[in-house]
């Protein structure tokens, strides 16, 4: 799927937006055209955009408290009796500390219950490590019937909201707290499942494929870029849906590029590069190099100096993929 | 629901009798599965099925039906034998507890017996969930509605602290339409309850989350119906009734030896087991040799 993306994405004034904003919006589209949608926070309503829902529809909000089990639990028996409730807090405690009551209330049960995971990623920034969680991918993504999302920007994730509101799955979408710069449009398509090619170099032949996800989409294209001006060709794949992977997509990209680096805010063991290798090791052997965190716990810092810290910047993907060359 | 009159009183200890029974062949069976709890609830879960509970065996998705969540899985050969019993399926598919490709799985899983409510097994999430339900049948139907969501917690699994997060919110919710019952049997898989994790006072805990509290024998069909009578008619709170129960009930070999909690008798066991219950402990004589 090829996609139109932000025509000014590679200008420095490019505008900014937190991808979990664009969940907020997303929701009270979501409960606007199915009163089935309720949400239910723990205590973070503004904090993970939930606000806005809660005001327009007071009746279909639930303020848990600090209570993240016992939320997706209640929110298991909620989908039991016809809703489709919508469970936020930071991705470090759900799903991070809620993960067997998803497990076996939500998924075992196959309940479409969504998780919101807000605040995901090193990128939290001064908070430090307890509040960075760089697992939840692998968390999720290891559950049988989970449909797990990462959206790129505020507006693919107001998307990817509407589109989950509108499934039976059981759904986990990850957000992130700061503000990261708006790669797609209005009309860059989105649907679950499917990954998109926001660049393929225009000058240059393609000798690498870099497959990225979330926030750090923008650094894989800025990486990529770059790279086409130094005369190396990429192209970069975004992965909006972890699982199911977009099997065809990925085998493709590794066949017309011949290797592949994956780029994400999370840790290497069992996120999505680990998903893309599954898939190439069995369909088409690749050599891959994959950008993230390796087996590290995060700390405070800003965003920026965590992300160049743990080697997921864009002097990073140019290295890996100069690399494998 | 009426109170129990003479003969309906013993219409469901015959049935109770039945159902224990139907637990016992099922576990000898299986050769593994829990034996204490489920044998202890046999008669709360037969005065629910065959005279509480608004339900319809022949179409269990009725959405009129009242709710009924099993916190504590791993007393599930007393839900099937009720519900094979109240003709939800055969008696005889009791026989494939625990095996392979059996709707029966060693804990509950709705995904292979569409008609539970949910699955369960892991312990302290089913009252969760039972709030789950109630706060939507509220939002649905307002205070007025006439279905009930009924949750089964184990005394055990009350160490798990996701309980008291669900009490907190049913409290807080006033819940009217929840009905938790606690098997008080005083045992867990290492030894008694009071031993391992003390949960008295538990009553006053209760209380003090904002639930009704009663105390009933968990054997005696008149107190069990009536607590939930009075549950029912609180109409500011949820509700929990302690249900004061004997584990093994019904085989002097099984009651009150946390031993038997997680053990299935075996087949010589299980024929003693079924000699005594036929002989209701003995009283009748000629079922002896």
Known sequence: MKATLNPKLFDTDVEQAPIRAGFGEGLVLAGRADERVVGLCCDLTESTKMDAFAKEFPKRFFEMGIMEQSSASVA??????????????????????????????????????????????????PDGG?????????????????????PCDSIEARKATIAMAKTNSPTYIRLAREKTPIVTTEDTPFEIGKAQEFFRPATVPIKVGIIACGSLVYNALMAAKQLEGE?????????????????????ALAKECGAIVTVEEHQVAGGMGSAVAEVLSAEHPTKMAFIGVHDKFGQSGTPTELIEHYGMGISHIKEAVKKLL | MTHLHDEKTKFLEEKALEIRKSIIEALVEAKSGHTAGPLGMTDIFTAFYFHILKHDPKNPTWEERDRVV???????????????????????????????????????????????????????????????????????????????????????????????????????????????????????????????????????KFASFGWHVLEIDGHNMASIVDAVDEA??????????????????????????????????????????????????????????
């Not at chain 1, 009796?81 to 759900?94: Q, R």
């Not at chain 2, 007393?78 to 494939?96: D, I, S």
């Not at chain 2, 029912?232 to 099984?254: C, L, N």
Request: aromatic share 6%.
């Open chain 2, 232 to 289: 029912r008619a609180i109409f500011e709170k949820p509700s929990i009734i302690i249900a004061h129960t004997i584990p093994g009930k019904g085989v002097e070999m099984f009651e009150n030896d946390y031993k038997w909690h997680g053990n299935p008798p075996n087949k010589e066991q299980g024929a003693n087991a079924m000699a005594e219950l036929r002989t209701l402990g003995g009283q009748i004589a000629s079922e002896h040799e």
């Open chain 1, 231 to 251: 005369g190396t060709g990429t192209m970069v794949l975004n992965i909006g849906t972890i699982k199911p992977l977009d099997r065809e997509a990925v085998i």
């Open chain 1, 130 to 150: 307890t509040h960075q969680a760089i697992e939840d991918i692998a968390l999720t993504r290891v559950l049988p019937n989970m449909v797990v999302i990462t």
């Open chain 2, 70 to 204: 099993l916190s504590n899985g791993h007393i599930c050969p007393v839900l099937y034998a009720t519900m094979a019993h109240a003709g939800y399926f055969p008696v005889e598919e009791l026989k494939t507890l625990r095996k392979f490709g059996s709707r029966l799985q060693g804990h509950p899983h709705r995904e292979y017996l569409s008609m539970l409510e949910t699955s369960s097994g892991p312990l302290g999430q089913g009252l969760s969930q039972a709030v789950g339900m109630a706060l939507v049948d509220r939002l649905d139907r307002g205070q007025n509605s006439n279905r009930t969501i009924y949750c089964f917690l184990g005394d055990g699994e009350l160490n798990e602290g996701q309980n008291w997060e669900a009490m907190l919110l049913a409290g807080k919710e006033k819940l009217h339409n929840l009905v938790a019952i606690v098997d008080r049997n005083n045992i867990q898989i290492d030894g008694y309850t009071e031993n391992i994790m003390p949960l008295e006072p538990l009553a006053d």
């Open chain 1, 76 to 125: 298991s028996g909620m989908a039991a009796m016809g809703k489709i409730p919508f469970v936020s807090s930071y991705a470090m405690f759900s799903p991070g500390r809620s993960w067997e009551q998803i497990r076996t209330t939500i998924c075992y049960n196959d309940r479409p219950v969504k998780i919101v995971g807000s605040h995901a990623g090193v990128s939290v920034g």
